[in-house]
């Protein structure tokens, strides 16, 4: 039985709390999402915490607080509640111990007493498991249950023909059940496996579209097979192209942290790296949603609304895609120049701060305008502006390499200094307007470049190569400020010259 497209749409992630989120789960929750807000539905989150050995303390948190920094909202979870609660499957317990029963009552699973030594005899057959418990009378199996045997619950899968489903993005696929195996529902420790958890949950929280990677595809029959036996409204499922290496070989692995790939690339995988890379979180839903899917338009840079409003499953490229992280330093570039100051400002403060900075707040509204066309990411912040966040005090006269500029000696840049001060000190105002003109009729009847004086003042103030623009840095530091590191650095570069 398919779904009903009629039926309000819901759709849901159900992560495993292993630690960080990686990035190929979060595509999957990011389409989920993107379907159920193009088509007014919920988006759930699920915790699937079953496989109690592989569950990391905090874990859940870690979820969640990606999810609040990709501004991915969730409608029910562990946090927000819901009336399909609980959303966390290691409460659910009692549950799903009732519907696997339910199957073995109804003929469609049964007990399997097979012991720890009798599977490793079988796997090393090569045979797998031979479904020797199928058929035990249930005499025999209720002799074994009192003896206190411990078993498993086991699905009965046809042995012959095939199972066929539908697919959003692959159409219509088609398996040879000879080729599949009685899968374990309900371990022994009564825990149930994901192909039982999930199916429950599914049905009982009404999900009607699935999103998973395109590894669960070998999966997917004995998961319909779940379905028809119990008899319920299948949702819709689409199975995910996988992210390949940024090289286009090989799958991206989810049991790896960041990596450099081999042209000297530093490639991120798990969510906390993105944002300890200093990447906005628009820039990382913007690069996901380009893989796999197409905007359309030939645009590339798009805003998370403008893809909720064009997204459709049925448009996901069934290809594997490479992972394309070069791109994502230029997306970065294209959102933090799209952002308003206030809201870029409230990114920088917390990197400033993190590296020992007393961020002023009218310095840093200042200060961010100037830095939006030069950031590739957030952390680029510290090297460019931080010195207006130091210790103005503890400033010091930059080196002779910095100070002076492309075809000037020392000489020439000390006596660029030296005019400069005067030229400064008689100005009424100290705008950025007005310093240039000023700085600029100087050079003009002085014979220097424009680069060469506006260079030498720049290093000067700002004590370093590369800094925000000359004279916009000059006004936010203020007259005094200004000229007080001029001096220095004149007095600095006079005693270089001198020694």
């Not at 949702?235 to 090989?250: E, I, R, S, Y």
């Not at 820039?283 to 997204?311: K, P």
């Not at 594997?320 to 920088?348: E, F, H, V």
């Not at 010195?387 to 000390?414: C, G, N, S």
Request: net charge positive; proline share 6%; hydrophobic share 40%.
């Amino acid at each position: 039985m398919t779904m009903d497209s009629s039926r309000p749409v819901r759709t849901r992630y159900a992560p495993s709390p292993t630690g960080p989120q990686h990035i190929g789960g979060i595509r999957s929750a990011l389409f989920a999402w993107l379907y159920a807000r193009r088509h007014g539905g919920k988006f759930i989150l699920r915790i699937e915490d079953t496989d109690q050995k592989r569950s990391v303390p905090g874990s859940v948190e870690m979820i969640v607080d990606a999810f609040d920094w990709l501004g991915i909202n969730i409608d029910e979870g562990p946090r927000q509640g819901g009336s399909y609660g609980p959303y966390v499957q290691s409460q659910r317990l009692e549950l799903y111990q009732s519907w696997a029963r339910w199957l073995v009552a109804n003929g469609h699973a049964y007990k399997c007493f097979a012991s720890a030594d009798e599977l490793a005899e079988m796997r090393a057959a090569g045979t797998g498991y031979d479904r020797r418990y199928r058929d035990l009378p249930p005499r025999d199996a209720a002799t074994l249950e009192a003896q206190g045997k411990p078993y498993v619950i086991r699905f009965k899968m046809p042995r012959s023909g095939e199972t066929a489903g539908e697919d959003i993005i692959r159409g219509r696929v088609r398996f040879q059940n000879a080729n599949l195996q009685d899968a374990v529902l309900l371990k022994s420790d009564g825990f149930p496996t994901y192909h039982l958890a999930h199916i429950v949950d599914d049905y009982h929280m009404e999900i009607s579209h699935i999103t998973r990677a395109v590894e669960w595809l070998p999966s997917f029959p004995l998961h319909l097979r779940i379905w028809d036996a119990f008899g319920w409204e299948k949702p819709q499922f689409a199975h995910l192209p996988v992210l390949l290496n940024p090289n286009g070989k090989g799958k991206l692995s989810k049991r790896k942290a960041q990596f450099v790939d081999p042209s000297g690339t530093s490639v991120p995988v798990l969510i906390n790296e993105f944002i300890e890379a200093g990447y906005l979180p628009e820039a990382v839903l913007n690069f996901l949603t380009n893989i796999g899917w197409n905007y359309g338009d030939n645009e590339e840079v798009f805003s998370t609304e403008q893809a909720i409003a064009r997204f459709d499953l049925k448009a996901v490229n069934p290809a594997n895609s490479a992972y394309p992280i070069k791109k994502l330093d230029w997306l970065n570039s294209q959102k933090i120049q799209a952002a308003t100051p206030d809201y870029l400002a409230g990114r920088l403060r917390p990197i400033l701060k993190a590296a020992g900075y007393a961020v002023d707040e009218s310095i840093l509204q200042q200060v961010t305008p100037l830095l939006q066309v030069r950031l590739k990411n957030l952390h680029d912040v510290l090297p460019m502006a931080g010195f207006f966040f130091a210790d103005w005090a503890a400033f010091k006269a930059p080196a002779a390499e910095i100070l002076v500029q492309r075809k000037m000696d020392a000489a020439a840049t000390v006596k660029v200094l030296g005019a400069a001060i005067p030229i400064l000190e008689r100005l009424p105002g100290f705008e950025a307007a007005s310093l240039h003109e000023a700085l600029a009729a100087y050079a003009k009847a002085s014979g220097f470049k424009n680069g060469q004086v506006f260079g030498s003042l720049r290093a000067a103030v700002s004590g370093q190569k590369v800094s925000p623009p000359t004279f916009e840095t000059m006004e936010i530091l203020g007259k005094a400020e200004s000229l007080r590191r001029i001096r220095l650095a004149l007095e600095g570069l006079r005693q270089q010259e001198a020694g």
